[in-house]
């Protein structure tokens, strides 16, 4: 079937891209919440000042579980627009039901993020810095640019610490102990450690219509990074491998998703979950490798596009393929080398088992072109 357009406002030029090349090769220890990195200014240039009509919503974050049916956010709650930094913190704090207009480029800062909210940006909003969700339920971040503190350089952030490297710093999106989230329509960039990870238990997460990114780094610092490429590592599900209590947790379902300029790996990087990856496009020059299964990850690709990547999915060892599952149908491989890993010792995780997306998947040519028209902040 066709998929089900987001209905957003959108008049802006997009960017065509051309020439999606290779990159080098490397392997993820992946041990602790040490990941990823930045890419500052995004393509998808965010231009409407009214709220545009999210998509629909499937995945992870539409199952009922822990005591909430669904994801919704803030509901129907009226309305409050924000212009600073600390009118955002006020209106984001608590558990009480708010819908959040954000306008301007706020930050840089740390927002923490309570309960039952939905903050959407409007006119080309930014969050700089870093957005944490610990301990957060039933909440909608949508249609806003999300720029770490990491823009080129680990040493911005306030917490960089140059005798470990970019790993001490912060992610742009840090999720701990959540569940019920909803992250549409975004703009993440530049986490001095990662762009989004998710860890300590959170569960019921979707992601879709998002673009991750890093700007060109020059700061090779640490015992943490990859060489010249640094340390832009993007999703790291799951912080260690002892953390044995995140069994049955972090289940996210990623759609729609872009994996773009300057990413090296962690697309994402997964332990103990069920993840599904459907219709998104991965497509840096500078990426070692995609999708990574770690310790009991459970991992279903389907109908996604590859586009010039090395070892588009694999295990991270020998030792996590007996523990681990990836399952695919529908991909598209274009110029692509490497490793396309399937099987294991885990245990398969079909998601048509646990809810409803067929009305919104396309193939994967298709979800390409979908992808590179919608993706981001309208």
């Known amino acids: 079937m066709r998929i089900l357009r987001p209905l957003y406002n959108s008049s802006k030029t997009l960017l065509t891209l051309t020439a999606l090349l290779l990159g080098a090769c490397a392997f993820d220890t992946g041990e602790g919440e040490a990941d990823a990195e930045p890419f500052g200014s995004s393509s998808e240039a965010a231009t409407s000042c009214t709220a545009p009509a999210p998509p629909a919503l499937v995945g992870w974050a539409a199952v009922s579980g822990a005591g909430v049916a669904k994801t919704t956010g803030g509901g129907s709650a009226t309305p409050v627009t924000v212009t600073t930094f600390a009118d955002l913190q006020k209106q984001a704090s608590g558990s009480a039901a708010k819908v959040i207009y954000v306008k301007g480029s706020l930050g840089p800062g740390k927002l923490s993020v309570g309960?039952?909210?939905t903050i959407v940006g409007l006119c080309g909003a930014e969050i700089k810095g870093n957005v944490k969700l610990s301990g957060a339920v039933n909440v909608v971040i949508r249609n806003i640019k999300i720029t770490g503190y990491?823009?080129?350089?680990?040493?911005l952030d306030p917490d960089f610490d140059s005798s470990v490297g970019c790993s001490s710093g912060n992610d742009a999106i840090e999720v701990h102990g959540s569940h019920h989230l909803w992250?549409?329509?975004?703009?993440?960039?530049d986490g001095t450690d990662g762009n989004l990870d998710i860890n300590n238990g959170s569960d019921y997460v979707t992601v879709s219509w998002s673009k991750f990114s890093y700007a060109p780094r020059t700061d090779n610092v640490g015992d943490d990074s990859t060489g010249a490429a640094g340390h832009r590592f993007s999703s790291l599900i799951g912080g260690s491998d002892s953390k044995t209590s995140d069994r049955s947790h972090l289940n996210v379902s990623?759609?729609?998703?872009?994996?773009?300029?300057n990413v090296v790996e962690r697309q994402a990087r997964v332990r103990f979950g069920k993840n599904h990856f459907f219709n998104n496009l991965w497509a840096s020059k500078t990426s070692n490798y995609c999708v990574r299964a770690g310790?009991?990850?459970s991992i279903h690709l389907e109908n996604d596009?590859?586009?010039?990547?090395?070892?588009?999915?694999?295990?991270?060892?020998t030792t996590d393929q007996g523990t681990a599952y990836i399952s695919t149908a529908g991909n598209t491989y274009a110029s692509t080398s490497g490793t396309q890993a399937t099987?294991?010792?885990?245990?398969?995780?079909?998601?048509?088992n646990y809810y409803s997306y067929a009305s919104v998947m396309t193939s994967a040519v298709q979800a390409r072109t979908d992808v590179l028209a919608g993706v981001g902040p309208h």
Do not use: R
């Not at 990491?150 to 040493?155: L, Q």
């Not at 990623?254 to 300029?261: G, P, Q, S, T």
């Not at 099987?343 to 048509?352: E, I, L, N, Q, S």
């Open 295 to 297: 310790k009991e990850a």
């Open 115 to 117: 309960s039952n909210k």
């Open 254 to 261: 990623w759609h729609h998703d872009y994996w773009a300029d």
């Open 305 to 317: 596009y590859f586009e010039g990547q090395k070892n588009p999915h694999q295990f991270n060892s």
């Open 150 to 155: 990491a823009v080129g350089n680990c040493a």
């Open 183 to 189: 992250l549409d329509h975004l703009a993440v960039s």
């Open 343 to 352: 099987g294991g010792g885990g245990t398969k995780f079909t998601p048509a």
